[in-house]
């Protein structure tokens, strides 16, 4: 499939162990932040999203937590899956609109 | 209910032409964003239409131009393409109204290669 980035940093794990997925955002105005799935040859697909009243959120194995004192966000995925394997973006928006500030991403490699 | 479809999936041009690529949204969405996705830069945001009018920009040139139609379908042009605009183009509708932000469905993108 085509490559999505050449020299993402990957982030290896085993088959059932939790993945902790970080990235920093970038204005201290954002109040919107999503988490994307992106598989070989196909979109970007939504995981999980947070806004900014907001520290944590959970939905079906996976969750978010925002540290808006760091600028930091993670996304959590419990008992990781073959299937999980791909590269995970987070983004940030800000003033209600859907302009989307994307991360550099990371890829996620799940091992039997 | 059909997801964000993306035409053509893939195609190739030369320096100097200029591409036109469609989008149709999910039905009911009519916001629609695009945004270009390379190695390089990642994913970039173009521009976003709603209700036909263009309420966002990105940091492009004035090379890429983009419009809505009535039916929310929504195309985006580039002229004078360069070898830098070789990028997996994606497209996203969102249910979102004016003031909100909402998830938005990202289609497959085109695929365009400039030689």
């Known amino acids: 499939g085509e490559s999505v980035g050449l020299h993402l940093p990957t982030l290896s794990v085993q088959e059932g162990d939790n993945s902790i997925i970080n990235c920093a955002y970038s204005?201290?105005?954002?109040?919107?932040f999503i988490w994307y799935k992106q598989e070989s040859g196909k979109g970007p697909q939504f995981i999980i999203d947070?806004?900014?009243?907001?520290d944590k959120r959970q939905g079906q194995r996976v969750t978010v937590l925002l540290n808006k004192t760091v600028k930091h966000l993670s996304l959590q995925i419990a008992a990781t899956q073959p299937g999980d394997s791909a590269v995970y973006f987070c983004?940030?928006?800000?003033?209600?609109?859907?302009?989307?500030?994307f991360g550099a991403g990371t890829r996620l490699a799940v091992h039997p | 209910k059909a997801g964000v479809t993306q035409t053509p999936r893939y195609l190739i041009k030369t320096r100097g032409q200029q591409v036109t690529l469609s989008c149709s949204p999910i039905?009911?969405?009519?916001?629609v964003s695009w945004y270009q996705q390379t190695p390089g830069q990642g994913l970039q945001f173009l521009f976003e239409?709603?209700?036909?009018?263009?309420?966002n920009k990105g940091n492009f040139p004035g090379r890429f131009s983009g419009r809505q139609f009535s039916n929310s379908r929504s195309e985006m042009n580039v002229s004078t393409l360069e070898l830098g605009d070789s990028a997996l183009y994606l497209c996203?509708?969102?249910?979102?109204?004016?003031?909100?932000?909402?998830?938005?469905?990202f289609g497959e993108g085109s695929r365009l290669t400039v030689l």
């Open positions: 996203a509708s969102s249910l979102a109204g004016r003031l909100n932000t909402g998830e938005l469905f």
């Open positions: 947070i806004r900014s009243n907001m």
């Open positions: 983004a940030e928006s800000s003033g209600g609109y859907n302009k989307l500030i």
């Open positions: 039905s009911g969405h009519r916001s």
């Open positions: 204005n201290s105005a954002s109040d919107y």
């Open positions: 239409y709603f209700s036909e009018t263009q309420r």
